[in-house]
């Protein structure tokens, strides 16, 4: 029996967290997500699982933050969806068995890094790394950019100084790379 | 050049790839007696003109959708922008 444990995307046994000046910016590793596409004609289908889901369907460029499970839209008819590792480890089957053949489900976990950047100088940040308008974004605004070459979703948190990022998994250290090279030169000021 | 998308509003077109005139949209029907003429055409022959011109743009560093853009290639201004699905659709195609 193998005994293998999950490793961060970052790499070591516990989630990266560095500290600055005015922002902290921490790797969340107790993620799970899921995309959701609507199958043609089954659109409104779809929506009505979502809003059983979360409460509400998230329109273009908004995210609803909900408890366990929230959902941002990524793309027209295509959502993503995130829930705590710990207690929804197979989100994407349990969505599957809930959207039944409304929806085409695809496991995400695997494939994003998330970073939490919390802080007052969050925003001094965020518009130094990509051409997001995050003054602009208010709490459950959540947009599709690119943060040097790389795709990500910027997610604008219910607390006004809280920004997350989803980026490419694979790409984890580039993007770590990133903020953190912004953040120093922020605190240089 | 701002791209004004349907759904998410003014983005910059550095967000978008250009992927060519939007009459790649009309693929001709291939049990056609003439498919063979009319891919070619399809394949081939592209309008250069001097003005407005009909294209498609893809929002790759966005929400990954296709868009039919109106714009005027002399003095880039736009004149409209659409979800490439709803043109489709609009032409009578399925999806």
């Known amino acids: 029996m193998h005994n293998l444990s999950p490793t961060p995307a970052l790499g070591g046994t516990s989630p990266r967290v560095d500290q600055f000046d005015h922002v902290t910016i921490s790797e969340n590793d107790n993620l799970a997500l899921a995309s ?154 | 050049m701002i791209i004004d998308h349907p759904l998410l509003g003014p983005r910059d077109s550095a967000e978008f790839t250009y992927m060519g005139d939007a009459k790649l949209i009309e693929r001709p029907d291939w049990q056609s007696d003439t498919a063979a003429q009319d891919f070619y055409d399809y394949g081939y022959l592209r309008d250069n003109p001097a003005g407005w011109h009909e294209e498609l743009w893809f929002h790759e560093a966005g929400d990954r959708s296709w868009l039919v853009v109106t714009r005027n290639t002399l003095t880039h201004e736009i004149a409209k922008v659409a979800l490439a699905t709803d043109v489709a659709r609009s032409k009578g195609r399925s999806r």
Do not use: N, Y
Request: proline share 6%; net charge negative; aromatic share 6%.
């Open chain 1, 36 to 189: 959701i596409a609507a199958r043609k004609g089954r659109e409104q289908a779809c929506q009505k699982q979502l809003k059983t889901l979360l409460g509400a369907v998230p329109a273009p460029g908004k995210a609803q933050l909900h408890d366990p499970e929230a959902g941002f839209w990524m793309g027209p008819e295509q959502w993503m969806i995130g829930a705590p590792l710990d207690s929804h480890e197979l989100l994407a089957e349990q969505l599957q068995t809930q959207f039944g053949d409304t929806a085409s489900v695809t496991e995400q976990t695997g494939a994003w890094v998330c970073f939490d950047v919390i802080g007052p100088a969050m925003p001094d940040i965020c518009e130094r790394l990509c051409a997001v308008p995050i003054r602009q974004m208010v709490a459950g605004d959540a947009q599709r950019t690119v943060i040097h070459q790389m795709g990500c979703f910027v997610i604008r948190r219910q607390d006004a100084e809280h920004l997350r990022i989803l980026g490419p998994r694979s790409s984890a250290q580039s993007l770590h790379h990133a903020l953190i090279t912004t953040a120093q030169s922020f605190q240089a000021f």
